[in-house]
C-alpha cells in the first residue's frame, strides 16, 4: 500500500502472527514466485510465515501493476512467475484477458471468499476489500446533506469537489460501477455534473484530496479507505490532523451500495509451480492473513466472517454494492472513454 506502516501497526500484525511462528516446517524444498504491485513491506511477513509453515520458499518481485503485466507479456512461456498480485479488480482482470492467467478450483477460496469478490471462472480471487465512499470536511457540511454518488453532480455542490484525475484507476471502478448500474448515457450525464462541480482541476493522489477537504480547498471528496487509515495511523503529524478534520459518509444506503472493490491474485498461465501457487493463494485468503490486511492495511476482509479493524469499525457499518468486482475490468475500456468525454481530465 501507498503508505507507511507505523510501529505500532507492525507491532500489533506480529502479534497476530505470533501464535503461528513456531508450527513446524515442513522440508519440501519448493518454491513459489511471486510478482507483487504490493509494496515489500506490507506482504513480506506474510509470505515468511507462509514459507515457515510449509517450508515453501517465496521469491518475490515487486513492482507497478503495469509493468509487471507488462513483464508478463514479454516473457510468455518463459515467465518465472507463479502468481500475480495486484491491488484492484480492473487489473486483475486486464491480466486475465491478456491470458496470463489460468483458472484454478479451490474447495477452500470458495469457501471464505464470497462470489461476488471473485472472478466466476477462478481466475483471480480478491484477498482484501476496500471501499470507496464520499468523505466531508466535518466543520462545513452536514451528513445530512449527503445521499448518494448520484447527488454529487447535483448543483449545491458546485465549487465544492474535489477528485483524482480520469487516470486513477480507482476512479475508473467506480464509474464502471455506475456504468454497470446505469448504463452509459446516465452514467455520462452524471460524470458531466460531477465536473462541472470541482472546485479545481484534478489532480494528486487521494491522500492528497483529504488534505485539500481539511485545508479548505474543497468540502467533500472521493477516497478510498485505507487512506484515511493510513493518515490516521501516521507518524507525520499533520498527516493525522487533515485527517481528523475529515469525517467519512456512507452513500447509496437505500439502492446500490457503496463501490468497492478489491485487491487479489491469480495464478499465471505457464506457472511452474502451480500447486504451491494455489497454496499460497489459499494462505492469503486465511483468517491469519485476513486479519493482517485489517490491522497494518486498514483494509476490510473479503471473509465476512473476519472483523474489520477497530478504526474501520469506529466509521460504522455499511451496504456494499453486491455488484461482481468482475465487472469494474469488463467495463473499464467504456468507463475511461466516458470519462473522456466528460472532461474528466
Same mark, same amino acid.
Request: proline share 5%; glycine share 6%; net charge neutral.
Given at each position: 500500500?501507498?503508505?507507511?506502516?507505523?510501529?505500532?501497526?507492525?507491532?500489533? +500484525?506480529?502479534?497476530?502472527?505470533?501464535?503461528?511462528?513456531? *508450527?513446524?516446517?515442513?522440508?519440501?524444498?519448493?518454491?513459489?514466485?511471486?510478482?507483487?504491485?504490493?509494496?515489500?513491506?506490507?506482504?513480506?511477513?506474510?509470505?515468511?510465515?507462509?514459507?515457515?509453515?510449509?517450508?515453501?520458499?517465496?521469491?518475490?518481485?515487486?513492482?507497478?501493476?503495469?509493468?509487471?503485466?507488462?513483464?508478463?507479456?514479454?516473457?510468455?512461456?518463459?515467465?518465472?512467475?507463479?502468481?500475480?498480485?495486484?491491488?484492484?479488480?480492473?487489473?486483475?482482470?486486464?491480466?486475465?484477458?491478456?491470458?496470463?492467467?489460468?483458472?484454478?478450483?479451490?474447495?477452500?477460496?470458495?469457501?471464505? &471468499?464470497?462470489?461476488?469478490?471473485?472472478?466466476?471462472?477462478?481466475?483471480?480471487?480478491?484477498?482484501?476489500?476496500?471501499?470507496?465512499?464520499?468523505?466531508?470536511?466535518?466543520?462545513?457540511?452536514?451528513?445530512?446533506?449527503?445521499?448518494?454518488?448520484?447527488?454529487?453532480?447535483?448543483?449545491?455542490?458546485?465549487?465544492?469537489?474535489?477528485?483524482?484525475?480520469?487516470?486513477?484507476?480507482?476512479?475508473? #471502478?467506480?464509474?464502471?460501477?455506475? &456504468?454497470?448500474?446505469?448504463?452509459?448515457?446516465?452514467?455520462?450525464?452524471? +460524470?458531466?455534473?460531477?465536473?462541472?462541480?470541482?472546485?479545481?482541476?484534478?489532480?494528486?493522489?487521494?491522500?492528497?484530496?483529504?488534505?485539500?477537504?481539511? %485545508?479548505?480547498?474543497?468540502?467533500?471528496?472521493?477516497?478510498?479507505?485505507?487512506?484515511?487509515?493510513?493518515?490516521?495511523?501516521?507518524?507525520?503529524?499533520?498527516?493525522?490532523?487533515?485527517?481528523?478534520?475529515?469525517?467519512?459518509?456512507?452513500?447509496?444506503?437505500?439502492?446500490?451500495?457503496?463501490?468497492?472493490?478489491? #485487491?487479489? %491474485?491469480?495464478?499465471?498461465?505457464?506457472?511452474?509451480?502451480?500447486?504451491?501457487?494455489?497454496?499460497?493463494?489459499?494462505?492469503?485468503?486465511?483468517?491469519? *492473513?485476513?486479519?493482517?490486511?485489517?490491522?497494518?492495511?486498514?483494509?476490510?476482509?473479503?471473509?465476512?466472517?473476519?472483523?474489520?479493524?477497530?478504526?474501520?469499525?469506529?466509521?460504522? *457499518?455499511?451496504?456494499?454494492?453486491?455488484?461482481?468486482?468482475?465487472?469494474?475490468?469488463?467495463?473499464?475500456?467504456?468507463?475511461?472513454?466516458?470519462?473522456?468525454?466528460?472532461?474528466?481530465?
Amino acid at each position: 500500500m501507498p503508505y507507511p506502516v507505523t510501529s505500532r501497526a507492525l507491532l500489533a +500484525a506480529c502479534g497476530l502472527l505470533s501464535s503461528l511462528f513456531t *508450527a513446524p516446517v515442513v522440508l519440501a524444498g519448493n518454491e513459489v514466485n511471486l510478482y507483487s504491485a504490493r509494496k515489500e513491506d506490507l506482504i513480506k511477513p506474510l509470505l515468511d510465515d507462509f514459507s515457515r509453515q510449509t517450508g515453501i520458499t517465496v521469491n518475490l518481485v515487486t513492482g507497478k501493476e503495469e509493468a509487471l503485466l507488462q513483464r508478463l507479456n514479454s516473457e510468455g512461456t518463459n515467465t518465472p512467475a507463479d502468481l500475480l498480485l495486484t491491488s484492484d479488480a480492473g487489473r486483475l482482470v486486464a491480466a486475465q484477458k491478456a491470458g496470463v492467467l489460468q483458472a484454478v478450483k479451490s474447495t477452500a477460496l470458495d469457501q471464505v &471468499i464470497p462470489t461476488s469478490y471473485r472472478d466466476p471462472a477462478g481466475y483471480w480471487y480478491g484477498l482484501s476489500m476496500r471501499a470507496r465512499p464520499i468523505l466531508y470536511a466535518r466543520d462545513r457540511v452536514k451528513p445530512a446533506e449527503l445521499s448518494t454518488y448520484e447527488d454529487l453532480a447535483a448543483p449545491q455542490w458546485k465549487g465544492r469537489i474535489c477528485l483524482r484525475s480520469s487516470d486513477s484507476v480507482y476512479n475508473q #471502478s467506480l464509474v464502471a460501477g455506475m &456504468i454497470a448500474h446505469h448504463g452509459e448515457t446516465q452514467t455520462e450525464a452524471w +460524470a458531466k455534473g460531477l465536473v462541472a462541480n470541482l472546485a479545481r482541476p484534478p489532480k494528486g493522489g487521494d491522500r492528497d484530496q483529504i488534505k485539500a477537504v481539511a %485545508a479548505g480547498e474543497c468540502d467533500i471528496t472521493l477516497a478510498n479507505t485505507y487512506y484515511l487509515g493510513g493518515m490516521l495511523a501516521s507518524s507525520d503529524s499533520a498527516e493525522q490532523q487533515a485527517a481528523t478534520q475529515v469525517a467519512v459518509f456512507w452513500p447509496n444506503a437505500q439502492s446500490t451500495g457503496v463501490h468497492v472493490n478489491v #485487491s487479489g %491474485a491469480g495464478v499465471t498461465a505457464h506457472a511452474r509451480n502451480r500447486d504451491q501457487a494455489v497454496k499460497l493463494l489459499e494462505f492469503l485468503a486465511s483468517d491469519t *492473513a485476513q486479519r493482517w490486511y485489517a490491522e497494518v492495511n486498514n483494509e476490510y476482509p473479503v471473509n465476512p466472517a473476519i472483523p474489520p479493524s477497530a478504526t474501520l469499525q469506529a466509521w460504522g *457499518a455499511f451496504k456494499a454494492d453486491t455488484l461482481n468486482v468482475a465487472k469494474l475490468g469488463e467495463l473499464n475500456a467504456a468507463a475511461v472513454k466516458l470519462m473522456d468525454r466528460a472532461g474528466w481530465k
